[in-house]
C-alpha cells in the first residue's frame, strides 16, 4: 500500500462514518437517503484505494440505483418526509445508544487485538483480477453465483405477491 | 495499518446500523440501518481480500453475494412496507402492535 492509498483510505473512511451518522441524526428522510447514498460511495472510494476496481465501481452503481429507489419511497410512505414538522422519529434511545456502541466497541476491541497476518504489498492488477474473478465464478464457485441468481428470481417473486392487493375480506 | 483503518471503520459503521436498526421507528430507515451493517460486513471482506489472501478471489465472490443480499433485503422489505401501507397506511412499527399475539 503506498501512503497516498491509505490517505484515500483514511479520508474516504471518515467520510463514511460521518455520512452513516448524519443518515439517522436529521429529521429529513430524503436527506438521510441521499446520505446513506454518500456513505455507499465513500465506501466504494474505499474499495478503490484498496485495488478492488470492479467492486468498487459496482458498489457506487448498485448503491446509487438503491438509494434513489429508497428516497421514492420514503416520500410515498412517510408522514413527514421532508422533516417539516419537528416529528420524533425515534424511540427507545437509551438503550439504542448503549447497544450501538458496545456492539461496536466489541467489533473494534476484536479488530484491534487479533494477532492479524502481515499485509500483503501487491495485489493483482485491475485485468488480471477481473479474469481471475470471472474463472472463480464459472467453475469453483459456480453453485454459490447460481444461486445468489436463483434468490434474486425467487425474492422478485416473493415481493411482488407480498405486496398485490387482495379484496378485503368480510369480516 | 491499512487493515487497521478498514477493520475500525467497519466496525464504527455497523455500531452506526445497529443503533439505528433500534432507534428508528419507521421501517424505511430500520431498513436504512440493516444496509449500513452489511455494508461494514463488505468492507471488512474487501480488506480482508486485499491485505490478506489477494489470491483468493472467493473473497470476491463473498462480496458480490452481501451485494445481493442487501438488494434482496431492500426489494422483500419494500414489498412488505407496500403492503403494510395498503392495509393499514403507516409503516410506523409503534403502530404495528396488532402483529403482537393477543394485542
Known sequence: ????????????????????????????????????????????????????????????????????????????????????????????????????????????????????PPAQALAPSATQQNHDLG??????????????????????????????????QPD | ????????IAAVLFGIGLYGVISQTNLVMIMMGVELMLAAAMLNLVAFWRLLHPHTYALQLFVLVVMTVMALEAAVGFALATQRFRSRGSVEVEEAADLKENA
Not at chain 1, 12 to 36: D, N, P
Open chain 1, 1 to 116: 500500500m503506498t501512503p497516498l492509498q491509505l490517505l484515500f483510505l483514511g479520508v474516504f473512511g471518515l467520510a463514511a462514518v460521518w455520512f452513516g451518522w448524519r443518515v439517522f441524526r436529521t429529521k429529513s428522510m430524503v436527506r438521510s437517503a441521499l446520505s446513506l447514498l454518500a456513505a455507499m460511495v465513500a465506501l466504494g472510494g474505499m474499495f478503490l484505494a484498496l485495488d478492488a476496481e470492479f467492486l468498487g465501481v459496482l458498489q457506487i452503481m448498485m448503491m446509487a440505483g438503491e438509494m434513489s429507489i429508497m428516497a421514492f419511497f420514503m416520500m410515498m410512505y412517510m408522514m413527514d418526509p421532508g422533516g417539516m414538522s419537528s416529528m420524533n422519529m425515534t424511540h427507545q434511545q437509551r438503550p439504542a445508544a448503549a447497544v450501538g456502541i458496545g456492539a461496536g466497541v466489541l467489533v473494534l476491541a476484536l479488530a484491534l487485538l487479533t494477532p492479524w
Open chain 1, 135 to 168: 474463472i472463480e465464478l464459472m467453475t469453483r464457485s459456480m453453485m454459490i453465483f447460481e444461486t445468489a441468481g436463483t434468490s434474486i428470481l425467487v425474492a422478485m417473486i416473493a415481493a411482488v405477491a407480498t405486496a398485490l392487493a387482495y379484496p378485503q
Open chain 2, 1 to 8: 495499518m491499512a487493515l487497521t483503518i478498514c477493520l475500525s
